[in-house]
C-alpha cells in the first residue's frame, strides 16, 4: 500500500539508450506509488531503448528531451540518474 508521502514532488529521472530498463522501470514505479510525479528526461526525444540483463528490451517514452529540459527541470525536486551499459 502506497504511503504517497511524495505527493505533489516532481521527479526527474534522467536516462537514455541501455538504461538497464529494471533500473528505470521499478524505481518509477514506486516514487509514482508514492505519490511523486516521475518525468523520464533524456539527450534523445521520442523514445530510448532499454537494456534487459543481456539483450535489447522496451522502448520507454521520453517525457522531455535534456535540451529543452533547462526550464522545466526547476519544478522538479529530485533528479534520478539511472544505470545501464558502459
Known amino acids: 500500500m502506497a504511503t504517497n508521502k511524495l ?3 516532481r521527479v526527474a529521472i534522467l536516462a537514455t ?5 529494471v533500473e ?3 524505481p518509477r514505479k514506486a516514487l509514482d506509488e ?3 510525479k516521475t518525468t523520464l528526461v533524456s539527450p534523445k526525444s521520442g523514445k530510448i531503448k532499454g537494456w534487459q540483463h543481456d ?3 522496451e ?3 521520453v517525457d522531455v528531451a535534456l535540451e529543452s529540459a533547462s ?3 526547476k519544478r522538479h525536486q529530485l533528479a534520478v540518474a539511472a ?3 558502459a
Do not use: M, P, Y
Not at 539508450?17 to 530498463?21: A, I, K, L, P, R
Open 7 to 9: 505527493t505533489g514532488k
Open 17 to 21: 539508450d541501455g538504461v538497464e530498463q
Open 24 to 26: 528505470l522501470t521499478e
Open 34 to 36: 508514492a505519490g511523486a
Open 55 to 57: 539483450h535489447w528490451g
Open 59 to 61: 522502448e520507454l517514452k
Open 71 to 73: 526550464e522545466r527541470a
Open 83 to 85: 544505470d545501464g551499459l
